[in-house]
């Protein structure tokens, strides 16, 4: 049945492509015509041009001549090349300070430090912050270097500069820009492409600060470490749709370290107890995390724009010690190993009203991430521990939203939790439940020009540390200078 | 029936091999679609209304580059706040920046304003020159020119008739060229928001007699404003901003000096045709030219 039909379409296709085949003669003089006319019009476009070439030539002289303001004294002869000529590589640098006040006397970034959550029983490692304080900070400044090496790879390098001098290289990666099909490689030490806000640098945020869900699953400043990236942008119609691989070596995350050595004292100075048994495993071949992350983006038209995302990260090795003699010498030092697991969602809304410097935008982001650490007792100073399993599980949102109240202006308020589940299992059930940390945040962005930002932020918390209930309220003063080539910023 | 389905299937398949283009403005949508015609097909980022330096990346732009075969970009920086990320989250390796697969208009003629200090306490300054070229009838034909040899190279099999549309286009210009400086000659002047006119104004030879911003990307504040208003006294002219700049400025300005006040856009309606490019030239010229029988 769906031949013929097939047939008679095919045929009226041909037919009306064709009308006139059915008169040879007319077909002629037809292309009689249109010989002449072809003839003609060239003609007539020689002329044209030849008139464009002298009213060009006059236009030029009397532009030479002309006292007019905006005189050609300013038009330069030669082609420009191409995008950000000026500068290879592209450098630019972005300053950040602070001031810093909080209702706890300078306490508050101790206090958020200790949030009680799976996370803050072993030593934090890596970042060295350098404590805000009551008063002026200078916070890290980010130095970025990006440029094309050849036709088959884009380079880029952010670095940061603390206030004490300590310099921390935070992205340092290639990518392939010309691969086939959508596909992209990226290899070196980045930012994970997971979640909506893991990949932005501070300077890009729309608060201060990190949101709680973060800072205490993955960290101040999100999930950053050194491996591969494949990305593929695959053809899915008017969605946009990006997926991504990340083969990653693992190194020091909150639920993903290795290498972490069997302990052989205590921090309070006494010897470990007699009947200390068992040890930490040695390191397993990386890459020892991965991340998989999918986002999709349907075509909402001009004015609107949604992206969701969805994420998972494995580690198949994760260590940590606990050691909480110094503060309790009555507890025991142990360590634990096994996996570490990650998920986590992120939804994104942009309305643009297209009004100067962003007056009526609107634009709203929310996450929820899930962290479980699948672990052993691997070391304990009670031997017979070793071997009873420990399961960790927390999780944690944000939800914020921005809005261009004024041209340049911008009102923001941030509602983040963490620990809605915030639990810790042996074999025999529940061996910790511990409350939520929440706090709302309010903050004033001024944009004085593309490059500088002033903000305001107010936050009021109320934090769980060692069981009690901690208010605090915080105020920042801030800002961002941005200096070099224009930066682009992602969606 | 079979060669007959046969020939259809080739119909089919060649118009499936029309070029996919993607431009950023509406204006280099026109010059796609004129210079193209039938043989590509035209998908703009920035719609006509917005501008075009500010704007923010969106998905749906990664979307529409992951399977062009040409990216029109106006260039010179102004898309430089969005378009390098679009490009770089598309995984498209035809529309990198030095392939075939990426044409900057800016970067076909020269530009106003170039090679300026690279100094930022004079405002957002360009030193590639000032990209806004669009509105320049001149520059477009150049443009159109380079265009053609572009696809040409890009489908080899069309080469002719590219040539022929860009031929026809820069014909269509010429015509006018005259006419609409002819009709622009004594026109006393204008303020403008920013300098996104710049072209225009040079073009016709009519004069910018101020901008309502103090440098390129302030914002006008009210001491620039009071010193523009005394520089304009005694003067004529017309003040012009686009549809997304503040009128607020422009409107103390007008009360201040007398002037009329026109909100103006910088592109053409999408999709537009080159006789929509022409309009907005012909409105321009309209706005300019009326001022001269004002007070």
Redesign the interface.
């Known amino acids: 049945m769906l031949r013929p039909s097939l047939y008679v379409l095919a045929a009226a296709g041909v037919l009306s492509s064709f009308p006139a085949a059915a008169a040879d003669v007319d077909m002629k003089a037809l292309r009689e015509e249109i010989a002449q006319m072809k003839a003609a019009y060239e003609q007539r476009i020689a002329a044209l041009e030849n008139r464009l070439l002298t009213a060009e030539k006059s236009v030029r002289k009397t532009a030479e001549n002309s006292q007019n303001p905006v005189s050609t004294a300013e038009d330069s002869r030669r082609p420009q090349p191409g995008l950000a000529a000026g500068f290879n590589p592209q450098i630019s640098v972005i300053l950040d300070g602070v001031y810093y006040r909080d209702g706890r006397k300078g306490k508050g970034p101790g206090l958020l430090e200790s949030i009680d959550g799976i996370n803050h029983a072993h030593a934090h490692e890596g970042h060295d912050h350098g404590e805000l304080e009551s008063g002026f900070n200078l916070r890290e400044t980010e130095l970025v270097f990006s440029a094309a090496v050849s036709p088959y790879f884009d380079a880029n390098l952010k670095m940061t500069v603390a206030a004490g001098g300590g310099v921390e290289l935070e992205e340092a990666y290639f990518d392939t820009r010309a691969l086939p099909a959508g596909l992209k490689l990226r290899g070196g030490k980045f930012q994970s492409g997971i979640g909506y806000l893991n990949a932005q640098h501070p300077h890009q945020w729309d608060f201060v600060d990190q949101n709680l869900a973060y800072r205490s699953l993955l960290g101040e400043h999100g999930l950053n470490d050194t491996g591969l990236r494949l990305e593929w942008v695959p053809k899915t119609g008017n969605w946009y749709s990006l997926l991504g691989l990340e083969m990653l070596q693992g190194k020091e995350q909150l639920f993903a370290t290795a290498g972490e050595a069997t302990p052989t004292g205590r921090a309070d100075g006494a010897a470990l107890a007699d009947t200390s048994g068992g040890i930490l495993a040695g390191t397993k071949r990386g890459p020892r995390l991965t991340t998989l992350y999918a986002k999709f983006a349907p075509d909402l038209g001009d004015k609107h724009a949604l992206q969701f995302g969805v994420w998972g990260a494995w580690s198949k090795q994760h260590q940590e010690v606990h050691d909480h003699t110094g503060e309790n010498p009555a507890s025991f030092v142990h360590g634990l190993q096994g996996q570490g697991r990650l998920w986590g969602t992120d939804w994104v809304y942009k309305y643009d009203a297209a009004k100067h410097g962003g007056w009526g935008n609107v634009k709203l982001a929310a996450e929820y991430l899930r962290e479980t650490k699948d672990l052993k007792i691997a070391f304990h100073e009670l031997g017979d521990r070793v071997g009873q399993k420990r399961e960790f599980i927390q999780d944690g949102f944000y939800l914020q939203g921005n809005y261009g109240f004024l041209p340049f202006w911008q009102a923001g308020l941030r509602y983040d939790v963490t620990g809605m589940t915030n639990e810790i299992n042996g074999p025999a059930g529940r061996l910790s439940q511990m409350d939520p940390s929440r706090r709302w945040t309010f903050a004033l962005s001024r944009d004085l020009t593309e490059f500088s930002r002033f903000r305001l932020q107010f936050s009021r918390a109320k934090l769980m540390v060692e069981g009690a209930r901690e208010n605090l309220n915080e105020v920042y003063l801030q800002y961002q200078h941005s200096l070099g080539s224009h930066g682009a910023h992602l969606f | 029936?079979k060669i007959?389905?046969g020939?259809?299937l080739a119909?089919n398949a060649s118009l499936a091999l029309a070029l996919d283009v993607v431009a950023t403005t509406s204006s280099m949508g026109m010059l796609a679609r004129e210079i193209g015609g039938p043989a590509v097909k035209v998908v703009e980022l920035v719609?006509p209304?917005?501008?075009a330096h500010?704007?923010?990346?969106?998905?749906?732009m990664?979307?529409a580059l992951?399977?062009a075969d040409l990216l029109l970009?106006v260039?010179?920086?102004l898309e430089?706040?969005?378009?390098?990320?679009a490009v770089?989250?598309?995984?498209?390796?035809k529309v990198?920046?030095?392939?075939p697969g990426?044409f900057?208009a800016?970067?076909?003629?020269?530009?106003?304003?170039?090679?300026q200090a690279?100094d930022?306490s004079k405002?957002?300054v360009h030193?590639?020159?000032n990209p806004h070229v669009n509105l320049d009838p001149?520059r477009m034909?150049k443009i159109a020119a380079a265009l053609a040899e572009r696809l040409a190279l890009l489908d080899p099999a069309q080469a002719a008739a590219y040539r022929q549309r860009a031929?026809?286009f820069?014909?269509a210009?010429?015509?006018r060229?005259?006419g609409w400086r002819g009709k622009a000659a004594g026109a006393p002047g204008a303020v403008l928001y920013h300098k996104d006119a710049?072209y225009l104004?040079?073009?016709v030879?009519v004069?910018?007699l101020g901008y309502l911003e103090p440098l390129p990307?302030?914002?006008p504040t009210a001491a620039h404003l009071q010193a523009l208003i005394g520089k304009l006294q005694g003067k004529r002219g017309v003040i012009i901003h686009a549809p997304?700049?503040?009128a607020s400025g422009a409107e103390r300005v007008a009360q201040a000096t007398g002037w009329s006040l026109a909100s103006l856009p910088l592109e053409p309606k999408s999709p537009a045709s080159a006789a929509a490019y022409f309009q907005l030239i012909d409105r321009w010229i309209d706005v300019l030219v009326a001022s001269r029988q004002a007070p």
């Open positions: 029936m007959i389905m020939i259809c119909l719609a209304e917005r501008d500010s704007l923010q990346v969106k998905p749906s990664m979307r992951r399977d970009a260039g010179a920086d430089i706040g969005w378009l390098p990320v770089g989250g598309a995984g498209n390796a990198q920046q030095g392939q990426y900057e800016a970067a076909q003629v020269s530009l106003l304003e170039a090679g690279a930022r405002g957002d030193p590639a020159g001149e034909a031929a026809v820069r014909a210009l010429a015509e060229l005259p710049s104004m040079h073009f030879g004069p910018v990307g302030i914002p997304y700049q503040p």
